[in-house]
């Protein structure tokens, strides 16, 4: 797989995992810290967000790219059927956040997944930046200058005089 190919295919899987709109949504709910109510709302985003990053999972494993890097990165327990009755039934059923991670299981299921995704958007940004940014550069947004730049310094002065008149 070549290097593009690789960090293009990382960053389709970060995308259709919803692996940061599902860590923008988890973290909260895993902080020991927090104290507070469950919103519908945020039961209900979470529940959408989790079933279509399983159904992303699904679609990724038929592009060979993808379905390569998914099994050398054993994403596959992600998404085991156990793990995520357990984290829908826990946040279904909760009110409070205590209830989640009062409950050393569902905490454990929540924050297992939370870093697996967290691994994941921080290995895709580490891929894009080292094999892709660095070895394309930065693109100078006024290239313009440089060239003026080279003309000035090799002109004659009487060139110089002409130029500014």
Known sequence: MQTLEFTRALNLIVEKLKAR???RVWEPLIDTRADGVIAEEVKNRFSTLIFNSNAGYARLLDPAPTRKI???????????PARLGTIIAAISSSAQLQQIWGNGYS???FY???EQLWSLVRME????SLLEEEKKGKIDPFPGRKILAFRREFQSPS?????HR
């Open 21 to 23: 709109e599902l860590i």
């Open 70 to 80: 998914l099994e050398k990165l054993n994403i596959a327990q992600v998404y085991e």
């Open 107 to 109: 905490y454990a299921a």
């Open 112 to 114: 297992s997944l939370t």
């Open 125 to 128: 940004s580490a891929c894009r």
């Open 159 to 163: 060139e110089s005089d002409s130029t």
